[in-house]
């Protein structure tokens, strides 16, 4: 099945299939990869990421996913519309967007183990439409570039370590904004 390299999309979601992520790299001409609900184990690493130069979208949410996100997840995937990380135990922080991500429209990390908090780059997304973080280890301050994210129509940030702090101003200027969590 892995040596299928000319696969372009795969939907495997809902079927509890047990596998390790690395064998997901191999398909190097992979645009859309649905693999959640399963019990898909091991890390997303800088080198499998490298090899998903065309993704649009990746929903590997509800598994079995471990360690810190790569890197160079927002850099090298530059046709990625869709990323869906929720569900698993991702740790540590939420990688930089580069310069400009023009594709980026959904972005679900929630139910997982990140800290720290959303970068400043995530404002070089500026289609990005959906922001879920809810259920981490976050904290603030919200990026001083929020007001900048216009297209913004979901934000859920519950659930997280926010402690005593205002409404935030930003949110004045997201006329787009649709849901607030």
């Known amino acids: ?45 800088a080198a499998m990421v490298s090899q998903w130069t065309s993704m649009v979208d990746l929903d590997v949410s509800v598994n079995r996913l471990t360690g810190p996100l790569p890197s160079n997840l927002f850099t090298t995937m530059l046709a990625l519309e869709v990323i869906d990380l929720h569900g698993n135990d991702f740790i540590g922080n939420i990688p930089e967007i580069g310069e400009y991500h023009e594709a980026l429209a959904f972005f679900a990390v929630q139910d997982n183990s990140l800290v720290g908090n959303i970068p400043e780059s995530f404002a070089n997304a500026s289609e990005l439409r959906h922001i879920d973080i809810t259920a981490n280890l976050f904290t603030l301050p919200f990026p001083s570039r929020m007001s900048e994210m216009t ?14 702090h205002p409404v935030p101003d930003f949110l004045a200027s997201m006329t787009n904004l649709k849901e607030i969590s």
């Open 151 to 164: 297209s913004l129509e979901s934000l859920h940030t519950g659930i997280n370590g926010f402690t005593n």
């Open 1 to 45: 099945f892995f040596s299928l390299s000319n696969l372009v999309v795969l939907g495997l979601d809902d079927n509890l299939l047990e596998s390790t992520i690395d064998k997901f790299a191999r398909f190097t001409k992979m645009q859309k990869l649905y693999i959640e609900d399963n019990l898909i184990s091991g890390e997303i690493t």
